[in-house]
């Protein structure tokens, strides 16, 4: 059983440390390192499962050279940013915002998104020590413009979202994958941190479909 792993902007790999206990030895997950800290890791190949948070939801969609037979998308979504088709998504002039402030104030830009990711303080997790300027900006860029939703297959996907999550709002869940959805509600944005079982049960029942 082979699984992949891909964690969302501002992140890093780390971030599934708990689900991939619960998922146990037998399962070799690997982890993908987008960046943002300034190591990488994009592996290539095909996968039982892929499972994405957030960003990593959208940018599995993007890829040519990983390929899968389930999904699991967590937090996730398959467009972000607003458009006329898609007025639930993120208005651009908010990724624009932290584009320009990036580069003045990175810890800055990165403090504000991880408590909107968890205003409640819930999560456990560092602030990246060194951010990889060039790869988060490449990741809000790729927030802008990306539209994946002509690639997402529902058939072979799993959902699982929270009501409270503010960054990807309910709305925006509802609409991108019409209702079909799993909730979890007070967890927030990092469901991987925040309910690491949700995610691991979520991730069996893809197993167990294969």
């Known amino acids: 059983m082979r699984i992949v792993l891909v964690h969302g902007w501002g992140y890093g790999p780390t971030i599934w440390q708990s689900v991939v206990e619960l998922l146990g030895a037998d399962i070799a997950c690997n982890l993908v390192d987008l960046g943002f800290s300034g190591t990488e890791h994009i592996p290539a190949g095909h996968y039982d499962i892929v499972v994405g948070h957030s960003m990593g939801c959208q ?3 993007s890829q040519n050279d990983i390929t899968w037979e389930k999904s699991v ?11 006329d088709d898609f007025p639930e998504g993120v208005h651009p002039r908010v990724i624009e915002r932290m584009l320009r402030k990036l580069p003045k104030a990175p810890q800055d830009v ?4 991880h408590q909107l990711c968890d205003p409640d303080g819930k999560a456990d997790y560092p602030t990246i020590g060194t951010p990889d300027l060039y790869k988060l900006t490449w990741g809000l860029n790729f927030l802008r413009d990306q539209d994946q939703r002509l690639n997402f297959a529902e058939e072979s996907s799993y959902i699982l979202a929270d009501k409270d ?3 990807v709002t309910e709305a925006m869940t509802v609409k991108l994958f019409k209702g079909n959805s799993e909730w979890t509600e007070g967890k927030g944005h990092l469901l991987p941190l925040t309910d690491p079982e949700a995610c691991h049960s979520i991730i069996k029942r893809a197993i167990a479909d294969l």
């Open 73 to 83: 998308f967590i937090n996730g979504f398959t467009r972000f940013s607003a458009c």
């Open 110 to 113: 990165l403090k504000s998104f």
């Open 59 to 61: 940018w599995l969609l």
């Open 165 to 167: 999550d503010q960054v």
